[in-house]
């Protein structure tokens, strides 16, 4: 189509007979011309929304040409059929030329994330360099939290790392979420969406240490620190490997959730009430991420868990006897939640 299209827009080739008169020449190549820029622009546009990246080089240009109220007139001058399709060609040919600059541009982006998803460090020096993402960390942030194709494994691991960059960008990452008024399993929701967490402990202390102290910021009277919200956020992902995860049997109860998070609050007990509706939250509720980056061979050999990055968790939590029968012991669960008390402390 775009072949036809484009060959009629040249015209009737020199030495060839046409029984078109040269208006009708004109206008024919002109409406070619029309349909072969439409077509472009809603290739890019195609490609805008599959990247999710907006192009800032072309929403000027489109704007202003979509303005041209007289496109070929001259002030002082009686505009002409000729002047007039010799000047929308004109215009015609520059948003190709700049679709193809889109184009180019997003070809770069593609290789970039490419690049990302196979070492994540030298994928956002390559977009750095190629003027594609800002230096900053919240550009580098907002890049990560937006663009699509990128693998969510390695943001985590990427959001994880304890390198100045990165840690500044895992801070901007964090702040950029408003949980104002969100109910803290929500808000886990909301934050666990756009990454897979990393699989190691450090890690994951890092990224979740930050999102108690947004949560706590954006929330200031739901607890008393932001250690109180660090330690029920790892319990409340310990609740949905034990209540979601087919592969432990024995569940845990809401008495003994509530019973496992006994002080966390400074010392104090949270509302019973508060716990017992966070527990049924989560036990109809399953927390899952988005799976857009997965095709249907990883969803069918993945679990939720193994998906959210939750296994370096449930293997703290969880005894294994063989392959496939594993049981949840109440005395470990409470064990383990002394262990993130005490680091807890050891934080403040």
């Not at 509720?285 to 857009?292: L, R």
């Not at 370096?312 to 949840?328: A, F, P």
Request: net charge negative.
């Amino acid at each position: 189509m775009v072949n036809g299209l484009l060959k009629t827009a040249q015209g009737v080739p020199p030495g060839v007979a046409t029984s078109l008169q040269l208006p009708q020449d004109a206008t024919m190549k002109l409406e070619s011309m029309k349909c072969l820029v439409a077509t472009l622009k809603s290739m890019g546009d195609w490609m805008d929304k599959q990247l999710r990246i907006p192009d800032p080089h072309s929403t000027k240009k489109y704007k202003d040409a979509g303005n041209n109220t007289e496109p070929g007139s001259i002030p002082g001058d009686e505009p002409t059929e000729a002047s007039d399709t010799q000047s929308e060609a004109s215009s015609e040919v520059s948003d190709v030329s700049t679709i193809g600059q889109r184009c180019a541009y997003k070809l770069e982006l593609q290789e970039g994330i490419s690049l990302f998803n196979r070492k994540p460090k030298k994928g956002i020096e390559f977009l750095i360099n190629a003027n594609k993402v800002g230096e900053s960390p919240e550009e580098i942030a907002a890049f990560l939290k937006n663009a699509s194709g990128l693998n969510k494994t390695l943001i985590g691991d990427y959001l994880g790392e304890r390198e100045d960059l990165s840690l500044g960008v895992m801070h901007a990452y964090v702040d950029s979420f408003e949980f104002h008024e969100m109910e803290f399993d929500e808000a886990i929701r909301v934050f666990l969406q756009g990454f897979r967490l990393p699989g190691e402990a450090q890690k994951i202390d890092r990224i979740m240490e930050k999102f108690a102290e947004r949560y706590c910021k954006c929330n200031p009277k739901v607890f008393a620190s932001a250690n109180t919200a660090y330690v029920l956020a790892f319990a409340v992902i310990l609740l949905n490997t034990d209540a979601h995860n087919p592969m432990v049997k024995n569940k845990m109860s809401a008495e003994e959730f509530i019973r496992n998070n006994r002080e966390i609050d400074d010392g104090k007990d949270l509302p019973e009430e508060y716990l017992r509706s966070l527990f049924e939250r989560i036990s109809r509720n399953e927390i899952k991420m988005k799976e857009d980056d997965f095709t249907i061979q990883q969803k069918q050999s993945m679990n939720s868990n193994r998906i959210l990055g939750l296994d370096s968790i449930l293997n703290i939590v969880i005894r294994k006897r063989g392959e496939e029968n594993v049981e949840t012991s109440d005395d470990l669960m409470r064990h383990m939640q002394e262990q993130f008390k005490e680091k807890a402390r050891k934080t403040e």
